[in-house]
Nanobody
Framework: QVQLVESGGGLVQAGGSLRLFCAAS????????MGWFRQAPGKERELVTR????????YYADSVKGRFTISRDNAKNTVYLQMNRLRHEDTAVYYC????????????WGQGTQVTVSS
């Protein structure tokens, strides 16, 4: 089973950028489609973006299209989330998650990393 650890969160001003990292261990990383989710205070967790096992297919929520980019390096067992032109409403805890069967069921989760965007 894969274990996931996020890093790269922090405090940034609106309009700035952050890059999140999700390092995987304990499993065959390339077997997992990967997603980034976020949960803001008082709100439900939402899927922000997703990438296929090979990295050839991606999905973005409308709210982040054109600003966020997901990528992965299967040789380094890492998935990335580049976040540009950040907005106050992007403030949330960001989680990476693994989907072993590519059926949009995420059975493996990291502990989360806080992203705070000051307005």
């Amino acid at each position: 089973q894969v274990q996931l650890v996020e890093s790269g969160g922090g405090l940034v001003q609106a309009g700035g950028s952050l890059r999140l990292f999700c390092a995987a261990s304990g499993g065959t990383f390339s077997n997992y489609a990967m997603g980034w989710f976020r949960q803001a205070p008082g709100k439900e967790r939402e899927l922000v973006t997703r990438i296929s096992r090979s990295g050839g297919s991606t999905y973005y929520a409308d709210s982040v299209k054109g600003r966020f980019t997901i990528s992965r390096d299967n040789a380094k067992n890492t998935v990335y989330l580049q976040m540009n032109r950040l907005r106050h409403e992007d403030t949330a805890v960001y989680y990476c998650a693994g989907d072993l069967y590519s059926d949009f069921e995420y059975g493996y989760w990291g502990q989360g990393t806080q992203v705070t965007v000051s307005s």
